[in-house]
């Protein structure tokens, strides 16, 4: 997930035009992507990613990253967190409306890698209140953005964490992951 500096995911409107992208980081989350066959959204991003990603490789002037990245996602399997979807009926994707807890164990007890959580700061705060995030990969952006959408939200408890990886990039931009010592 990329962060600014003070914490914020997004711009006060949703705006993420601050995010420093470039090949260079292109290239190695596609490499930690190709790790994974989970990808877990909130519904807005969800809407978001499918209104793109299925059919980016399809465009006469697709990029490198849209042409890699749209393959993995047609079947990456999708995890959706959803009230107003429930029932839906979607290929290669699970719509969790309920019973939040017990259905992200579940899926994390199944064969496979990881779950990487894309965006979603909704969906990301209602996690992290289910302490359901084992593990923390952020870019951090180097920009203070002094109001937006914020990471951590009504954090009431110290979560303890291990750093697991350190990079820079030439953008500036840095990562940092952590995983949580649980």
């Given at each position: 997930?990329?962060?600014?500096?003070?914490?914020?995911?997004?711009?006060?409107?949703?705006?993420?035009?601050?995010?420093?992208?470039?090949?260079?980081?292109?290239?190695?989350?596609?490499?930690?992507?190709?790790?994974?066959?989970?990808?877990?959204?909130?519904?807005?991003?969800?809407?978001?990613?499918?209104?793109?990603?299925?059919?980016?490789?399809?465009?006469?002037?697709?990029?490198?990253?849209?042409?890699?990245?749209?393959?993995?996602?047609?079947?990456?399997?999708?995890?959706?967190?959803?009230?107003?979807?429930?029932?839906?009926?979607?290929?290669?994707?699970?719509?969790?409306s309920?019973?939040?807890?017990?259905?992200?164990?579940?899926?994390?007890?199944?064969?496979?890698?990881d779950?990487?959580?894309?965006?979603?700061?909704?969906?990301?705060?209602?996690?992290?209140?289910?302490?359901?995030?084992?593990?923390?990969?952020?870019?951090?952006?180097?920009?203070?953005?002094?109001?937006?959408?914020?990471?951590?939200?009504?954090?009431?408890?110290?979560?303890?964490?291990?750093?697991?990886?350190?990079?820079?990039?030439?953008?500036g931009?840095?990562?940092?992951?952590?995983?949580?010592?649980?």
């Open positions: 997930m990329h962060i600014s500096l003070d914490g914020f995911v997004a711009g006060p409107n949703g705006e993420m035009n601050w995010i420093k992208i470039d090949q260079e980081l292109f290239d190695h989350i596609e490499k930690r992507i190709g790790e994974t066959d989970t990808a877990l959204y909130g519904r807005v991003t969800y809407d978001m990613m499918e209104s793109y990603w299925p059919t980016a490789a399809d465009k006469p002037n697709a990029s490198k990253h849209d042409i890699v990245h749209s393959k993995w996602y047609k079947h990456a399997h999708k995890l959706v967190l959803s009230k107003t979807m429930k029932g839906a009926d979607l290929p290669n994707t699970t719509i969790i309920d019973n939040l807890a017990d259905s992200i164990n579940e899926i994390k007890q199944q064969d496979g890698a779950i990487l959580l894309f965006g979603s700061p909704t969906a990301t705060h209602t996690l992290i209140k289910e302490n359901l995030i084992d593990g923390y990969w952020l870019f951090v952006n180097p920009i203070i953005l002094g109001e937006g959408i914020p990471l951590f939200v009504d954090t009431k408890q110290k979560v303890k964490l291990n750093l697991s990886a350190t990079r820079q990039f030439t953008s931009v840095v990562e940092v992951g952590y995983t949580v010592d649980k």
